[in-house]
């Protein structure tokens, strides 16, 4: 099980996190803090994955930022890997050669996708078309709900004129 | 897509993040959100906030709250978020309720009522939402309000939804596995689901079931090892694909149930081999995702029964990746042999891959308990793996190491192991690996000897980290000696120990654990042989107590080991001769605040004013290696118990049998765990639980082990070889408490308190040798292959070979016992295999790589050597050419190139092409929807080509910038690598 997302940029700066197991805000801090000390500062050859706590803890590198998922022992951390690469695949697909920019201010669409791909910590959709498709449902709908609320506002607006 | 309508947000958040990314310093970017924190906490409560508005603020709290601070007063408007009609807004809403709050958290209450209405919602997107929620926040109380609706919709007509359902019910069952139990067959049914992303999403819930009760689901072999036949046979849609592979999650979450079920059922692994045997034989090792299925694969047959029937096809897929007859030979061995080869080719064909050391340094820990013979062929990648740089691999090796360790290498290891631990600074993996080391040296320990000092390094480096037994352990070891008749032996144990003690001693910042050991050896044996004489014992055992003044513990020990020299020095009817600084510590601690130390000073202070023969009876030498005797019947009492009887007193009713009594076992050690059960209870009482294999009740006969005064390790222990120190009842060195007084009324009749004083150790010889005779003969076994260790080492020259013949040569000595000869020329053997290995490995990439030159190209994972890169290039040329006219790419279309495709592809083709796509149909020919997506091609073609056209990047990236700048919001000044593509 997946416990813990996190994405930091390379000055240590948080992007996102999305925590599968309870952690109080206290101890969410001390575990960003361990983890950017331990992974930032680790070699560009060594493997991806690091020991922690009794945990794993699987780290790729695109660009500047930093994608970690905490994992338990007995996890695949290969299949993690992919994971990862899985969801950063799904985000460039959506935001179109993503960058870390894309995250920074849409971060709430990045949950988004990132709530599609996972649920309770378990990868719940390996398809990407299917995660593309659902994000692209979900925001027509979306779209359409707000343009219809501005009509209906439109119309209010009008009435009261 | 997402970002063409610009962020979306007023340019007052906009400005607070680019203000967080230009922060210089965490303070600042503190000071920062501190502000935003006050701006939101009064924007929040204004009347009348538009809803839009609202929004922004509940994203802004989002980000607040994802950059470590505590956005705790706008919970409820998040709360009250998800009551709101308006989709958009309610998916907020659920976005931010879900980050923010946990199971546990009191506005849970007011949120399960929306949830229940929105799971019952017709617009799917809402009750997607719901179930998110759902996973996240209801907890055990709460199942039971959103049970039935999730049940129900595990038959709703929209394959997310019934994902969802499936998850939110597996979670419940993590929850809770009571609530949901009567549903179980559910999740069987889902595995048939028409949707293969629901059918994935069933076998969590099912790999759990299985772990904890693999019987009741032998029956779904057969369908679990049909669907994995299906999914590799490309069954699934073709968007299931990743990297080329069909549906590469699905297929480990398959073969990790696999291996649950097959382990050790010998019918039910039979039906694996075929679908296993296939997998490996397809499973392609330039990938990542290739190596992670083949990692699972490994993991899968070493956890099943093995069969020579998977020989074969282990035997093809050797010989497809090797192509080699140099492991011809193997295929008539053992199968597990083969594994290990296609473990070798994941330490050695991409040794330049620490993730596939790593996987194969596991995988090889795993085949190691089936056959222990497996690591020595590959020692030297072990040994490399051992000295790599790299943390992580380091520790994962070390890992291996331990489960291969025997007699005959046990100091090798554990010398590395404890060089290691002080290398590192990380408290939680030192403490690990200290009681690692502490595990392997008990079990395996060659001489009693080294075990001293391997303990004393332990201690000495991380004594407060290790367990306090072990300590123990060690006061008795050196106590009861080498459990032979051997006086001398012993005594010389003891004086080595006391020497070392001596010398350590005066480093400083001990840990407190072993000056409580060096506190008490030097009390017991400091003097002992005559070598150092009390007062310079004394005084040592006096600088510790000043040292280290702020530890009563170490205190304690050490005034209780002044008083046993001047005891021994009084019975010895030598002039006592008490030194100002011991005088003036007893006198401080006779003043102590703690009663324990006061109360010791002054039986100290007794016991000097008293006379040579009533010191000797009071404290006897050496009484730490009598056995005190405690029969837990109290047979001793028997007839004061009848004559009670007689006189009408009430029997003895036991503990158990008692109601709300609280007995006098709460005192012991057994019932310190249990006497929370006792008394007031505060939580509800517990859901009524299947029945779980748990501590067994307290019977009767569980008194006596109860009393045992010797707390059992907690570590496992190897029987085979006991060192003295096996917890027996009769053994009772550590509680050494006064209860030697004790012992003349309730001990044996032998026993006789008044030895010479001069030769104490016979009574301990006396006493061990019966206890220990059972260990004699295995001690003895280790020590004479421990001597041809030492040969060995000195007849391999390079150090490495040296080391590797230790670790692993050593078991070959121990076992098989052939001749140290015959031994270096199979070391050096082994050095000129791997090297052929890897000629020949390195010759099977290329031509495993020209076959499968475009998997390998499409691959994002690794960069694909130039060799191959340049063959490639003919392919794309024309490509890029066609790209950057097009640009298809921008399009977003999902276009890759895959030459081998059939033309049936094609027909598909046209339905995914956007427009874009519909002026070059010629051209286009050989492009076909694949499931992968568009920035592999962009990769491939960067990578072909050294010009490296990045057009439709550098397009976008300008676009977002221009947009970022019209907003007035400028971040390039700082960081440039924000506009990056994250792929590229």
Not at chain 2, 290 to 314: H, M, Q, R, V
Not at chain 2, 634 to 649: C, I, R
Request: hydrophobic share 35%; with cysteine.
């Amino acid at each position: 099980m997946i416990h813990f997302v996190l994405l930091v940029s390379r000055q240590g700066k948080v992007r996102l996190t999305k925590w599968y197991s309870p952690y109080s805000q206290k101890e969410r801090t001390k575990v960003i803090r361990e983890l950017t000390g331990l992974i930032l500062t680790r070699g560009p050859k060594l493997c991806n994955f690091v020991e922690w706590r009794g945990y794993r803890v699987v780290y790729k590198r695109y660009a500047s930022l930093y994608f970690c998922m905490c994992i338990d022992q007995d996890d695949n951390e290969l299949e993690v890997l992919e994971i990862i690469h899985h969801y950063v695949e799904t985000l460039d697909r959506y935001f179109g050669s993503v960058c870390e920019l894309d995250l920074i201010f849409n971060f709430h669409k990045a949950y988004y996708i990132l709530d599609e791909l996972l649920l309770a910590g378990e990868l719940q959709e390996p398809s990407k078309k299917i995660v593309a498709r659902l994000i692209a449902g979900q925001d027509s709908l979306v779209e359409a709900a707000k343009e219809e609320a501005n009509s209906i506002s439109n119309i209010i607006a009008q009435a009261t004129k | 897509m997402g970002s063409q309508g610009g962020f979306g947000q007023s340019k007052e958040f906009l400005d607070l993040v680019k203000s967080i990314g230009e922060a210089r310093s965490k303070s600042e970017e503190d000071r920062i959100i501190l502000r935003e924190i006050e701006t939101l906490k009064r924007r929040i409560v204004e009347p009348d906030i538009p809803k839009r508005k609202m929004k922004e603020y509940i994203i802004r709290l989002v980000y607040v709250e994802m950059l470590g601070h505590d956005a705790s007063f706008g919970y409820i408007q998040a709360v009250k978020m998800t009551h709101d009609d308006t989709l958009l807004l309610k998916r907020t809403g659920y976005l931010a309720v879900t980050l923010f709050l946990n199971e546990d958290h009191d506005l849970i209450i007011l949120i399960v009522n929306t949830i229940q209405k929105d799971l019952k919602s017709d617009n799917y997107v809402v009750v997607c939402a719901a179930l998110g929620a759902v996973c996240r926040l209801i907890n055990e109380e709460t199942i039971p309000a959103v049970l039935p609706q999730v049940v129900e919709l595990l038959g709703h007509q929209k394959e997310a939804v019934r994902k969802k359902a499936v998850m939110a019910l597996h979670r419940f069952y993590q929850k809770s596995p009571s609530t949901v139990s009567h549903l179980i067959s559910n999740f069987r049914k889902k595995l048939c689901d028409s949707d293969p992303g629901v059918m994935g999403a069933t076998l969590c819930p099912l790999f759990d079931l299985i772990t904890v009760d693999v019987k009741s689901y032998k029956d779904l072999v057969v369908s679990f090892v049909s669907i994995l036949k299906q999914v590799a046979e490309r069954r699934l849609p073709k968007s299931y694909d990743y990297h080329q592979m069909p549906a590469p999650f699905i297929q480990i979450k398959l073969l990790k149930i696999l291996g649950l079920l097959g382990n050790g059922d010998k019918h039910a692994s039979e039906q694996m081999y075929t679908v296993l045997g296939d997998l490996m034989r397809k499973c392609d090792t330039s990938t990542n995702i290739g190596n992670a299925i083949l990692y699972e694969c490994i993991c899968c047959i070493s956890s099943i029964y093995p069969n020579p029937k998977l020989l074969e096809a282990a035997a093809e897929v050797i010989s497809k990746f090797l192509k080699v007859g140099l492991f011809f030979e193997v295929v008539v061995l053992c199968n597990l042999y083969l594994f290990c080869y296609k473990i070798v080719m994941l330490l050695n064909v991409q040794s330049d891959n620490h993730n596939l050391k790593y996987m194969g340094i596991d995988a090889l820990g795993r085949l190691i308990k089936l056959s222990p013979d497996v690591a020595e062929q590959h020692q030297l990648a072990v040994i490399d793996c051992l000295e790599d740089p790299d943390d992580t691999l380091k520790r994962k090796t070390f890992e291996l190491l331990q489960k291969m360790t025997k007699s005959s290498n046990v100091e090798v290891i554990v010398d590395r192991m404890i060089d290691y631990m002080i290398s590192i600074n990380d408290f939680h993996y030192k403490t690990e690996i200290a009681s690692r080391c502490v595990e392997l040296a008990e079990q395996f320990a060659p001489s009693n000897h080294w075990f001293i000092l391997t303990m004393n390094k332990v201690f000495e480096h991380a004594g407060d980290l290790v367990n306090i037994k072990v300590a123990h352990n060690l006061m008795r070891l050196i106590a009861e000696g080498f459990g032979e008749d051997d006086d001398t032996a012993d005594s010389q144990l003891r004086s080595s120990a006391v020497e070392s003690y001596l010398r350590i001693v005066t480093e400083p910042k001990l840990p407190s654990a072993f000056l409580q050991v060096i506190c008490w050896v030097l009390g017991e044996y400091g003097t002992a042989d005559r070598k150092y004489s009390a007062s310079y014992i004394t005084g040592k055992l006096c600088d510790i107590a000043e040292a280290y003044s702020s530890d009563e513990t170490v205190k304690a020990y050490a005034i209780t080991s002044l008083m046993k020299i001047y005891a021994v020095e009084i019975a010895a009817r030598r002039r006592l001769d008490i030194l100002p600084e011991c005088q003036s510590l007893i006198e401080e601690l006779a003043a102590s605040h703690s009663t324990d130390l006061q109360q010791r000073a002054y039986e100290l202070q007794a016991v000097v004013g008293l006379d040579a023969h009533a010191v000797e009876s009071i404290m006897p030498s050496d009484a730490s290696c009598e056995d005190i005797e405690i029969n837990a019947l109290l047979p001793f009492l028997d007839s004061y118990v009848q004559q009670s009887l007689q006189n009408g007193a009430q029997p003895y009713i036991p503990e158990d049998e008692r109601s709300g009594a609280i007995g006098i076992s709460n005192l012991s050690n057994q019932g310190l765990s249990e006497s929370s059960t006792h008394g007031l209870k505060f939580e509800a009482y517990e859901m009524p639980k299947p029945p779980v294999p748990s501590r067994p009740p307290h019977p009767v006969s569980h008194v006596s082990s109860e009393l045992v005064p010797v707390p059992e390790p907690s570590y496992s222990r190897e029987t085979q070889f006991s060192p003295p120190n096996l917890p027996v009842s009769s053994s009772s060195a550590e509680l050494k408490l006064r209860l030697d007084g004790v012992q003349k009324k309730w001990g044996k009749p032998s026993y006789s308190s008044t030895q010479s004083s001069s030769s104490g150790y016979s009574s301990s010889a006396a006493n061990g040798a019966s206890q220990l005779e059972s260990a004699a003969p295995s001690t003895s076994q280790p020590r004479e292959s421990y001597k041809d260790l030492k040969k060995v080492e000195v007849e391999i020259s390079s150090e490495k070979q040296k080391l590797a013949a230790s670790l692993f040569g050593g078991s070959m000595k121990s076992e098989k016992r052939t001749s140290t000869s015959h031994r270096a020329s199979k070391g050096s053997n082994h050095s000129t295999e791997k090297s052929s290995v890897l000629k020949s490995s390195a010759a099977s990439i290329d031509e495993t790589k020209i076959p499968q030159l475009l998997p390998d190209l499409l691959d994002l994972g690794e960069l694909a050597p130039p060799s191959t890169v340049a063959a490639s290039v003919d392919p794309f040329m024309q490509l890029e050419g066609l790209l950057d006219q097009k640009e298809i790419i921008s399009s977003g279309s999902s276009a890759v190139i895959d030459s081998s495709n059939k033309v049936p592809d094609i027909v598909s083709l046209y339905s995914e092409l956007h427009v874009g796509g519909q002026s070059s149909q010629t051209t286009l020919s050989p492009l076909s929807s694949n499931g992968s997506d568009s920035i592999n091609l962009k990769r491939t073609v960067s990578g072909g080509s050294a010009q490296a056209t990045k057009g439709p990047n550098l397009k976008e990236a300008l676009e977002k910038d221009a947009l970022v700048r019209q907003m007035g919001v400028n971040p390039t000044t700082r960081n440039p690598n924000l506009f990056k593509d994250l792929l590229g």
